[in-house]
């Protein structure tokens, strides 16, 4: 009898299961119909005549914005750009640009090591005038770029001023092909911990860190620190092979779910692993996203290493790609991804909003999973660390000197005239800005009249205009004029007052200039709150072990 009704109920539903397939198909044909109809009628009547790439470009990226933040489309003149995020890999001068409000130029912010722009002796700094007799001013990093970038083996003429002496120089360039490195630092930090940096999650990039790794334990590691912090993430698959590094064969890292049954996936360990005991901190921060929170989670999830730092991301999409007519290809969202436990840390809304993907989703409002050894984890809104370790926060004279777009050109400026003055510096583990240095730097602040509107100054003007709205301004000038005397913004003496910081991120910019990325990571190391916690608490193994416990 029961097996009788639920024939029923099944044949009774397919009905509604068709007619709501047809309602689907009707509004897509209708809608598509109307789409098309309205661009017929612009495209004929409308006073002025229409680019059709741009107009439909633009209905394209408004339907997907609608959407999640990762489904996108590329039209055939950007299909390289996403080849470049998945392999990392182009061809070009080998060298990251960014734009100079003050000169009106995109300047050469960082040479790449062994690359066609270090090669040829270009610095930072070096404002970018000319590509090919092309005149670059006042044009986009984006469009720089693109005409730095070429085929390998083909040649360029850049035009550059250098900054420290006003001369303009000609130099020849050979676009090479070039591989983004994946990992670019590793190294033993005491005699018994290494550090591997990993950056972004592309092709092969799992082969690097396990090379890395071999060659860490070959000079006697028996721990690790392994840094995904500002990793936004990448190929999935390489997630998986890395946590295969830690992790015996056979037991499942990720599983993938979707709309169609035929694309879920599980991704399991497959091959044996290279040690599945050393003790192993992962340092996280917001910006560690997609795959670098697969393998957090992952290893969290099966109590393999702790987890330190702030909460990441919280993108739990999987996303592929697809051709699409014309050469173009689609990344759309097809799955939400499972780690060990059978959390899914995604935030409930993925949706674009204005001010970016921001939401995360309050603990109270998720659920409870287990750890392989029953520790209680959750899901949603990112991988929390097992143990919290918040970075120094910056100084409001650290962050506009050195962080906000239109401010860097004093220190630019500064940067320049330094790398012309020293040819060479002591190694990255050792260099300093000593305080004749900083003396320098404080007058030549000083001399280029450099200024910044304070929080306070903010706060106060605001003050200010309220009590002259409400009429208190006038019986109470005396004492506003004192007190806004009492908190006159003075540049040297904030300089003064962070000393300790600002000359942290001066030798930050400066270094990079003579170690490239290397030395800039090796300096940073050695004042890196997390980095510290990390190797302190590998130091204790007791404490090691309760956190896992």
Request: net charge neutral; aromatic share 10%; hydrophobic share 35%.
């Amino acid at each position: 009898m029961k097996k009788i009704f639920f024939s029923l109920m099944i044949l009774l539903s397919l009905p509604v299961m068709a007619q709501k397939d047809k309602d689907h198909e009707f509004k897509i044909a209708k809608n598509l119909d109307v789409f098309s109809s309205i661009y017929k009628g612009l495209d004929m009547l409308y006073v002025d005549t229409l680019d059709a790439d741009t107009v439909i470009g633009n209905g394209i990226q408004a339907m997907l914005r609608s959407l999640d933040p990762y489904t996108e489309y590329y039209p055939e003149s950007e299909v390289q750009k996403l080849k470049m995020m998945v392999t990392g890999k182009y061809a070009g001068i080998g060298a990251l640009i960014r734009f100079s409000q003050k000169y009106n130029c995109s300047f050469i912010e960082e040479p790449y090591e062994n690359m066609p722009a270090a090669e040829a002796g270009l610095q930072k700094g070096d404002l970018v005038l000319a590509v090919d007799n092309e005149s670059m001013l006042g044009k986009s990093t984006q469009y720089v770029s693109e005409r730095l970038r070429g085929d390998a083996g083909t040649s360029l003429v850049l035009r550059v001023k250098r900054l420290s002496t006003g001369k303009e120089l000609k130099v020849k360039l050979v676009r090479k092909a070039i591989q983004m490195p994946s990992v670019p630092y590793y190294g033993m930090v005491n005699e018994n911990t290494g550090y591997i940096s990993l950056t972004s999650f592309t092709e092969d990039c799992s082969k690097d860190v396990r090379n890395a790794f071999i060659e860490l334990k070959k000079k006697g590691m028996k721990n690790l620190v392994f840094d995904l912090r500002n990793n936004g993430g990448g190929l999935e698959q390489e997630a998986v092979n890395i946590v295969n590094m830690f992790v015996r064969k056979g037991v499942t890292v990720v599983s993938n779910r979707g709309k169609l049954k035929r694309m879920n996936r599980e991704y399991k360990t497959t091959v044996e692993p290279l040690d599945t005991i050393m003790p192993i901190v992962v340092l996280v921060n917001g910006n560690s996203a997609s795959a670098s929170e697969i393998t957090s989670g992952a290893l969290q999830d099966l109590d393999r290493a702790v987890i330190m730092g702030t909460r990441t991301f919280g993108k739990g999409l999987v996303q592929m790609t697809i051709d699409t007519p014309y050469n173009g290809n689609l990344k759309l969202t097809t799955n939400k991804y499972y780690i060990p436990s059978g959390r899914c840390i995604q935030a409930i809304n993925y949706k674009h909003n204005r001010g970016g993907y921001i939401e995360h989703v309050p603990d109270s409002l998720t659920k409870v999973f287990y750890t392989a050894g029953g520790r209680e984890v959750r899901d949603g809104g990112g991988i929390k660390p097992d143990v919290e370790v918040r970075p120094d926060t910056a100084s409001t004279i650290q962050t506009y000197l050195f962080g906000v777009m239109d401010s860097t050109e004093t220190v630019l400026d500064y940067v320049a005239q330094y790398i012309a003055k020293h040819p060479t510096i002591a190694p990255a583990s050792e260099f300093e800005i000593s305080d004749e240095e900083y003396e320098d730097f404080k007058n030549f602040v000083a001399q280029h009249k450099y200024h910044f509107t304070s929080i306070t100054d903010r706060l106060w003007k605001q003050l200010v205009e309220a009590a002259k709205i409400e009429g208190y301004y006038d019986d109470a000038k005396t004492e506003f004029d004192a007190f806004s005397k009492t908190l006159k913004h003075d540049m040297q003496r904030d300089l003064d007052l962070n000393k300790k910081d600002v000359k942290e991120a001066l030798a930050t910019t400066i270094i990079p200039a003579y170690y490239f990325q290397r030395g800039g990571i090796i300096y940073a190391l050695r004042h890196d709150r997390q980095f510290s916690k990390a190797i302190e608490l590998l130091k204790s193994p007791a404490e090691y072990k309760k956190i896992l416990k």
